[in-house]
């Protein structure tokens, strides 16, 4: 009976598809092939031998180690990703879309609301089905390798304040796109546009002084010497630094990191408590050296730049097709609405997406050239070379990934190319 009534409905659904239908399913595994084929590859690059220039990072145990944390880490993502694959294809082939769409109707008239419901039972649904993974992942895999600091309770406090931001900001911003998509016709993407853009800037100014103490403490660094080393540089490089702080990274993992913010009167370097218990005083400066690099040579402002056309480009894509006929009918919606033809655009924009996000990578791996030739140039390689092996053992990195992995996936360069360019 089960059987029957299955193969019924497979059979009503193959009468409905549409062309578009499976140009949807073939977008989809066709990325998940490509990303699964990369994965091979720079799984195969792991070797016994390393290059003189990293002979002296690991020992053999150490790098048995980072071998199997990447193993590890490597089989938990392809669960998880093998999982999503089915759902996905499950959620189109046999309707899922098109139920929830139904749904949502039923619940109310509003298109506004009826769109912000749709995409938030999509988001809760998609986090509850993550929450395994991430548990195994923080509690288990990183825990048994050192890494995690983080507390159940710290986890839950995480995922509670996530939800919140992603409700007040992710809604407030979709429902303002919403009414301008409801109200100014073709000209919506323009106004929806400048919003973005705004709410990209403002975000840019005001991430580490609004929204980071929302998870983190955030502290000033004390007088010391470091804080004269790097007021003596940002002195010698002409960089104005009003604000240095640091933010307690610690509580959640030992990795540890840094990073340049804000634009103008806002900004802003922030260093993680890890960083400072396992590097010098010396290779600090180094690091921030090729942050100051980053600001420098424009960096954030030329990647801004670039992020504001991309979002104008694709939200004029947006206005062109959301509302298409042949976008819902791909899913089996009788009538096109703005959340079912967002959602189709989005499998659809998959290619224009890996193109712009590759030279997006191209982009930012040049910067983080430049960044350390900064750095060399205006302070002394030989810190930040000892710096970025520390990282790289601390993190139990893949000192050699498949170039082609490289290509796709690196917003930064590999440990041994930016060696060789620093010891050139």
Same mark, same amino acid.
Request: hydrophobic share 50%; charged share 15%; no cysteine.
């Given at each position: 009976?089960?059987?029957?009534?299955?193969?019924?409905?497979? @059979? &009503?659904?193959?009468?409905?598809?549409?062309?578009?239908?499976?140009?949807?399913?073939?977008?989809?595994?066709?990325?998940?092939?490509?990303?699964?084929?990369?994965?091979?590859?720079?799984?195969?690059?792991?070797?016994?031998?390393?290059?003189?220039?990293? *002979?002296?990072?690991?020992?053999?145990?150490?790098?048995?180690?980072?071998?199997?944390?990447?193993?590890?880490?490597?089989?938990?993502? %392809?669960?998880?990703?093998?999982?999503?694959?089915?759902?996905?294809?499950? !959620?189109?082939?046999?309707?899922?879309? &098109?139920?929830? +769409?139904?749904?949502?109707?039923?619940?109310?008239?509003?298109?506004?609301? @009826?769109?912000?419901?749709?995409?938030?039972?999509?988001?809760?649904?998609?986090?509850?089905?993550?929450?395994?993974?991430?548990?195994?992942?923080?509690?288990?895999?990183?825990?048994?390798?050192?890494?995690?600091?983080?507390?159940?309770?710290?986890?839950?406090?995480?995922?509670?304040?996530?939800?919140? !931001?992603?409700?007040?900001?992710?809604?407030?911003?979709?429902?303002?796109?919403?009414?301008?998509?409801?109200?100014?016709? *073709?000209?919506?993407?323009?106004?929806?546009?400048?919003?973005?853009?705004?709410?990209?800037?403002?975000?840019?100014?005001?991430?580490?002084?609004?929204?980071?103490?929302?998870?983190?403490?955030?502290?000033?660094?004390?007088?010391?010497?470091?804080?004269?080393?790097?007021?003596?540089?940002?002195?010698? =490089? +002409?960089?104005?630094?009003?604000?240095?702080?640091?933010?307690?990274?610690?509580?959640?993992?030992?990795?540890?990191?840094?990073?340049?913010?804000?634009?103008? *009167?806002?900004?802003?370097? =922030?260093?993680?408590?890890?960083?400072?218990?396992?590097?010098?005083?010396?290779?600090?400066?180094?690091?921030?050296?090729?942050?100051?690099?980053?600001?420098?040579?424009?960096?954030?402002?030329?990647?801004?730049?670039?992020?504001?056309?991309?979002?104008?480009?694709?939200?004029?894509?947006?206005?062109?097709? =959301?509302?298409?006929?042949?976008?819902?009918?791909?899913?089996?919606?009788?009538?096109?609405?703005?959340?079912?033809?967002?959602?189709?655009?989005?499998?659809?924009?998959?290619?224009?997406? !890996?193109?712009?996000?590759?030279?997006?990578? =191209?982009?930012?791996?040049? %910067?983080?050239?430049?960044?350390?030739?900064? &750095?060399?140039?205006?302070?002394?390689? @030989?810190?930040?070379?000892?710096?970025?092996?520390?990282?790289?053992?601390?993190?139990?990195?893949?000192? @050699?990934?498949?170039?082609?992995?490289?290509?796709?996936?690196?917003?930064?360069?590999?440990?041994?190319?930016?060696?060789?360019?620093?010891?050139?």
């Amino acid at each position: 009976m089960i059987i029957a009534a299955l193969s019924g409905y497979l @059979q &009503a659904q193959l009468s409905s598809m549409t062309p578009l239908f499976y140009i949807i399913i073939a977008f989809i595994l066709i990325e998940f092939i490509v990303s699964k084929y990369l994965d091979h590859l720079n799984d195969k690059t792991w070797s016994n031998q390393l290059p003189e220039e990293l *002979a002296d990072l690991y020992d053999a145990e150490k790098y048995a180690k980072a071998q199997e944390y990447d193993k590890e880490k490597g089989k938990l993502s %392809n669960i998880s990703s093998y999982l999503s694959l089915i759902l996905m294809l499950s !959620m189109i082939i046999f309707g899922g879309f &098109a139920w929830l +769409n139904e749904w949502v109707i039923s619940m109310t008239d509003n298109a506004i609301l @009826q769109s912000l419901l749709f995409f938030g039972v999509l988001y809760v649904a998609s986090d509850v089905i993550s929450l395994p993974f991430s548990y195994y992942g923080i509690f288990v895999i990183e825990e048994k390798y050192g890494f995690n600091k983080m507390t159940i309770s710290t986890f839950i406090a995480d995922k509670f304040k996530g939800y919140l !931001m992603t409700a007040v900001l992710g809604g407030g911003i979709l429902a303002l796109i919403l009414w301008f998509y409801n109200t100014a016709g *073709a000209h919506f993407w323009l106004y929806a546009w400048v919003l973005v853009t705004a709410f990209s800037l403002f975000m840019t100014m005001f991430y580490t002084s609004i929204f980071v103490p929302i998870f983190n403490k955030l502290t000033p660094l004390e007088d010391g010497s470091l804080r004269q080393k790097i007021e003596a540089f940002a002195a010698k =490089v +002409n960089f104005p630094l009003n604000n240095i702080s640091v933010i307690d990274g610690s509580k959640r993992s030992t990795k540890a990191n840094a990073y340049f913010s804000g634009i103008g *009167a806002k900004k802003s370097i =922030v260093l993680y408590d890890t960083l400072m218990k396992d590097h010098t005083d010396e290779e600090l400066v180094g690091i921030l050296a090729h942050e100051v690099g980053h600001y420098k040579k424009k960096h954030i402002q030329k990647g801004m730049a670039i992020s504001i056309l991309h979002t104008g480009f694709m939200l004029f894509l947006i206005g062109k097709f =959301v509302g298409s006929q042949a976008f819902a009918e791909a899913l089996f919606v009788p009538e096109p609405n703005f959340h079912i033809g967002i959602l189709v655009f989005g499998i659809l924009f998959t290619p224009i997406s !890996m193109i712009t996000g590759l030279m997006m990578n =191209v982009f930012s791996r040049k %910067n983080e050239f430049e960044a350390d030739n900064y &750095a060399k140039q205006h302070y002394d390689a @030989q810190p930040l070379i000892d710096a970025l092996k520390k990282l790289s053992i601390n993190h139990l990195s893949n000192l @050699q990934p498949h170039p082609a992995y490289v290509f796709f996936h690196y917003s930064h360069p590999p440990l041994l190319e930016r060696l060789r360019n620093l010891m050139r």
